[in-house]
């Protein structure tokens, strides 16, 4: 003689998966609306004497196994007697501009605001995040 007892977790395991793609929808999303700010603020500090780095810049949203990731990008090209460089480091990281062109611009364009506005971004996709699931 046997007594026996089945509990079937489908239905649970199918509803943690539907909160889970919910949760990385919005988490998304908040990406998307932080690496927008991001490249908006850090346009506005970015060298601007042809436009070309301005004009290059773009963020990315990635998103692989629940992982969401984001990022903002400059690429711009120059030549120079020795060949090409890269503009976009050179002008970032080395403050290859002294006397910039366009009041307001700096070096570090892109780290600055991204170091001035990083908690407030994870806040604000938790919050989106927070809000599908509620």
Not at 43 to 66: F, H, N, Q, Y
Not at 89 to 94: A, F, I, V, Y
Request: charged share 30%; aromatic share 8%; proline share 4%.
């Amino acid at each position: 003689m046997s007594n026996g007892m089945s509990f079937d977790t489908k239905g649970f395991t199918a509803g943690v998966a539907l909160m889970q793609q919910r949760a990385v929808s919005a988490a998304k999303d908040g990406m998307h609306d932080s690496m927008d700010d991001l490249l908006r603020r850090s346009r506005e500090l970015a060298p601007l004497d042809k436009g070309i780095l301005r004009m290059t810049a773009w963020s990315e949203v990635t998103e692989k196994d629940g992982v969401v990731e984001g990022a903002v990008y400059y690429s711009a090209v120059e030549k120079d007697g020795n060949g090409r460089f890269n503009y976009a480091l050179r002008t970032h990281e080395m403050g290859e501009y002294k006397n910039p062109t366009t009041p307001g611009t700096q070096p570090k364009y892109l780290e600055r605001p991204y170091k001035e506005n990083v908690e407030r971004y994870r806040d604000e996709i938790a919050a989106a995040i927070r809000k599908e699931l509620t």
